[in-house]
């Protein structure tokens, strides 16, 4: 992509009305724009950080087993006067009525809506396990939208459900999500710690939160120091292995991880002081093991061997994907910008002609754009006339993981100047190394 085609509309002033640094980078590399309280639109740069979160939450869903679907953002308030959260739900939804006087509402999670497609069409035990997700808009009214798109009021959440014939096969179900999840954060370049929450009227330990450790987290959290460096489940995990699925859940919930909701006093003192982290942390994900509770009032029930019908054995699994791009922000920035990790960065490299119009600078820059894009590599081209000072502060700001500069006397030369945004450290290399040494 060549800069002077590129819709980035960059900011030179931090918005007053950004109060963290994510929503304030994102505003200022023009990733999102506010088109009213808690409402935004993705650009360009900020659309494809988003697509690439998606991508790797689809490829892990897929490789657990789940099915992607599509559900309809409007939803009838029927189904949900079925499950009796019509009303129970509060002011958090956001209630439509049609022409016809019919009463909708913008979803703000799908638990009714995929229950009512799972009754439709499965009659047998010998159909389970099934999990069905979607990647959808959601809306939820809060009572305080803010952070940018990191508590918004319409956000993107890939939202999985599991369909299972008694508990034992939905504790697998939910181990085999536990395990999807630790992996999706981790290719993301994040880590995200699973802690306990809180299972209400359902009871159990089937409840975990994902949260991402940052100073400007919503909530509380008290972990174990063990977690920081836990090794996470290979791409060659057998999702159908249930003893290896428990044995890894078990293994990322012994040690101590609470939010302030579920916060034990007492097993916390119990820890030694040095292995204590008390910080703040950002809820990314959330699963949930929440049994008969829709099956039972919306009447999902499968045939079992002995031919009785009985009610699904149901959990939800989130992921805020729009949410999940701010706080890898507020994780990965510098006081120049965004310093995003590999692979959920917008484009791999950063390609600075800092003379445009130059002949040696335009001939280098498209033989580099040329070679490094049939190698695979996703460029943005500065082919724009600009002072240097402004072009690499732009470049530092969106936080590209590489960066080639070819000015006039480097591009005479053949050669060309390559960055590392993370580490900073800058290296003269010969124009035809410059892929072998980006790769
Ligand atoms: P929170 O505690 O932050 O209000 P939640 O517990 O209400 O979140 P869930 O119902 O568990 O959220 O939804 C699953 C995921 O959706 C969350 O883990 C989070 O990543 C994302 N999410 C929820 N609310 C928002 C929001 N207002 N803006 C952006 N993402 C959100
Ligand atoms: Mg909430
Ligand atoms: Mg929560
Ligand atoms: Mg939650």
Not at 55 to 71: S, T
Not at 332 to 358: C, E, T
Request: hydrophobic share 40%; aromatic share 10%; net charge negative.
């Amino acid at each position: 992509m060549r800069l002077s085609r590129y819709f980035l509309p960059i900011l030179k002033e931090t918005p007053r009305e950004a109060e963290i640094i994510s929503h304030q980078l994102m505003l200022r590399s023009g990733m999102i724009r506010q088109q009213a309280a808690g409402l935004y639109s993705f650009l360009p740069l900020g659309k494809k950080v988003l697509d690439k979160v998606c991508a790797i939450i689809r490829e892990e869903q897929n490789r657990a087993g789940a099915n992607e679907i599509l559900m309809p953002t409007i939803q009838s308030a029927d189904l949900w006067r079925e499950s009796g959260r019509y009303d129970a739900y509060g002011e958090e939804m956001l209630r439509i009525t049609d022409r016809h006087k019919r009463d909708l509402l913008y979803g703000p999670t799908n638990e009714e809506m995929v229950t009512d497609i799972f009754r439709s069409y499965v009659r047998s035990y010998r159909s389970l396990p099934l999990n069905l997700y979607h990647i959808q808009w959601k809306f939820r009214d809060e009572v305080r939208p803010r952070f940018g798109v990191m508590r918004s009021r319409e956000f993107l959440m890939k939202d999985a459900y599991s369909f299972d014939v008694d508990f034992d096969a939905a504790q697998i179900a939910y181990h085999r999500m536990f395990v999807a999840y630790l992996r999706t954060f981790h290719r993301c370049g994040l880590q995200a710690i699973p802690m306990r929450a809180d299972t209400g009227p359902i009871g159990g330990n089937l409840s975990h939160e994902f949260i991402i450790l940052a100073s400007t987290g919503e909530s509380e959290v008290f972990c174990h120091r063990d977690y920081l460096d836990m090794a996470i489940p290979s791409e060659a995990m057998d999702f159908d292995d249930a003893a290896r699925l428990s044995s890894i859940v078990k293994d990322w919930t012994t040690p101590y991880a609470a939010t302030d909701e579920m916060h034990d006093e007492s097993a916390w003192n119990a820890i030694d002081e040095s292995q204590k982290l008390n910080a703040r942390g950002i809820e990314v994900g959330h699963i949930f093991y929440f049994g008969t509770k829709y099956s039972e009032a919306m009447n999902a029930v499968v045939t079992g061997p002995d031919g009785k019908e009985m009610p699904v054995h149901m959990g939800s699994y989130g992921i805020g994907p729009s949410r999940l791009v701010a706080a890898a922000i507020e994780a990965f920035h510098d006081d120049a910008g965004i310093v995003w990790p590999r692979s959920i960065a917008p484009f791999d490299v950063g390609l600075v002609n800092m003379k445009p119009g130059d002949a040696d600078c335009d001939a280098a820059c498209e033989k580099l754009y040329g070679e490094m894009t049939a190698a695979g590599l996703d460029v943005l081209y500065d082919d724009e006339e600009g002072r240097a000072g402004s072009k690499f502060a732009t470049m530092d700001l969106i936080g590209l993981p590489t960066q080639v500069i070819v000015g006039p006397r480097g591009a005479k030369a053949g050669e060309a100047e390559v960055k590392d945004r993370a580490s900073g450290a800058r290296d003269t290399v010969p124009m035809d190394n410059v892929i072998a040494r980006i790769m």
